[in-house]
């Protein structure tokens, strides 16, 4: 079961180009510092930008770093059922051992062609899928009842939750109880989604401190909830600070005043205003990133 902390791993670029050597580094970095799990090519990684060779890339060179010291989760979401299907599959062959899997955008499905779609995703690639319901970029909402409808798929196994809705996540687990593994899809409900019943999150303040959110979750899954509750207000700040722009502008723009990335963008996505800027500056100066 996928659980602790899980990092929704951006995609550095150099010139326009995948920045291999510093995908590399990003990846020892959190294998060093307790990641359980690193999530390439979802809405942090910028997929929507990538072509589908650089996609099928960067899952390749994340799995070859990684060599099995921590799962990877690939992010092959479409609203394409075809295209969900064959990178999904790319994946399994990749040696990936979990796919993300984004609810169609765009198209607006009825909850009956959101149960359609991820069957067949999960059914033709045969690789455990975390589905990943954020309504605020796909214009379409998966209700608890039809999560339920697709909880006992032998290769559905857990939803990452983005709805920022803490009583659609309740609900979600008193209908599929424990055949998934809930995840939390923002930084600031980590811990309430864990009290309810959550095992984890996949993250994006991660990229930057590691460490903090990975001994947040495994304080609470080891019960030392105390810890867990003040590693959290701890965080919170920065947490908000990592949405102050479209994600993720924000944590690629702290990555790159931390000396980990250039902080390359693509476009649409462009750089920080300067009020944002400065905005983001004093919430890393406040947590002792930056001086």
Same mark, same amino acid.
């Given at each position: 079961?996928?659980?602790?902390?899980?990092?929704?791993?951006?995609?550095?670029?150099?010139?326009?180009?995948? !920045? =291999?050597?510093?995908?590399?580094?990003?990846?020892?970095?959190?294998?060093? &510092? %307790?990641?359980? #799990? $690193? +999530?390439?090519?979802?809405?942090?990684?910028?997929?929507?930008?990538?072509?589908? !060779? =650089?996609?099928?890339?960067?899952?390749?060179?994340?799995?070859?770093?990684? &060599? %099995?010291?921590? #799962? $990877? +989760?690939?992010?092959?979401?479409?609203?394409?059922?075809?295209?969900?299907?064959?990178?999904?599959?790319?994946?399994?062959?990749?040696?990936?051992?979990?796919?993300?899997?984004?609810?169609?955008?765009?198209?607006?499905?009825?909850?009956?062609?959101?149960?359609?779609?991820?069957?067949?995703?999960?059914?033709?690639?045969?690789?455990?899928?975390?589905?990943?319901?954020?309504?605020?970029?796909?214009?379409?909402?998966?209700?608890?009842?039809?999560?339920?409808?697709?909880?006992?798929?032998?290769?559905?196994?857990?939803?990452?939750?983005?709805?920022?809705?803490?009583?659609?996540?309740?609900?979600?687990?008193?209908?599929?109880?424990?055949?998934?593994?809930?995840?939390?899809?923002?930084?600031?409900?980590?811990?309430?989604?864990?009290?309810?019943?959550?095992?984890?999150?996949?993250?994006?303040?991660?990229?930057?401190?590691?460490?903090?959110?990975?001994?947040?979750?495994?304080?609470?899954?080891?019960?030392?909830?105390?810890?867990?509750?003040?590693?959290?207000?701890?965080?919170?700040?920065?947490?908000?600070?990592?949405?102050?722009?479209?994600?993720?502008?924000?944590?690629?723009?702290?990555?790159?005043?931390?000396?980990?990335?250039?902080?390359?963008?693509?476009?649409?996505?462009?750089?920080?205003?300067?009020?944002?800027?400065?905005?983001?500056?004093?919430?890393?100066?406040?947590?002792?990133?930056?001086?």
């Amino acid at each position: 079961m996928f659980q602790g902390s899980m990092v929704a791993l951006v995609t550095p670029f150099t010139g326009g180009r995948i !920045d =291999e050597p510093a995908l590399r580094e990003l990846v020892e970095f959190h294998i060093k &510092n %307790g990641t359980d #799990a $690193v +999530v390439p090519c979802g809405t942090t990684g910028e997929s929507p930008t990538l072509s589908h !060779d =650089e996609h099928r890339r960067v899952i390749r060179l994340v799995v070859e770093v990684t &060599n %099995g010291r921590i #799962a $990877v +989760v690939a992010g092959t979401g479409s609203n394409s059922t075809a295209e969900a299907i064959d990178l999904t599959r790319y994946a399994k062959q990749a040696g990936a051992d979990g796919a993300l899997l984004v609810l169609p955008y765009y198209n607006k499905p009825t909850q009956a062609g959101l149960i359609a779609h991820c069957r067949a995703v999960a059914d033709a690639a045969e690789l455990p899928l975390i589905l990943y319901n954020i309504p605020g970029r796909t214009g379409v909402n998966m209700l608890p009842e039809t999560l339920a409808a697709l909880a006992d798929h032998p290769y559905i196994v857990g939803m990452k939750e983005a709805t920022g809705n803490l009583e659609q996540m309740t609900r979600d687990i008193v209908l599929c109880g424990d055949k998934l593994s809930f995840l939390s899809g923002d930084d600031t409900l980590t811990l309430p989604l864990l009290a309810v019943g959550g095992r984890g999150v996949i993250s994006v303040v991660a990229n930057i401190v590691p460490r903090d959110v990975a001994d947040l979750t495994h304080a609470f899954l080891g019960g030392d909830w105390k810890r867990a509750k003040e590693i959290h207000l701890k965080l919170f700040p920065l947490c908000q600070a990592m949405f102050y722009e479209t994600n993720p502008i924000p944590v690629k723009t702290a990555m790159a005043l931390l000396g980990m990335i250039g902080g390359e963008l693509r476009l649409p996505l462009s750089s920080m205003s300067e009020s944002n800027l400065n905005r983001l500056k004093a919430a890393m100066r406040a947590y002792g990133l930056i001086s």
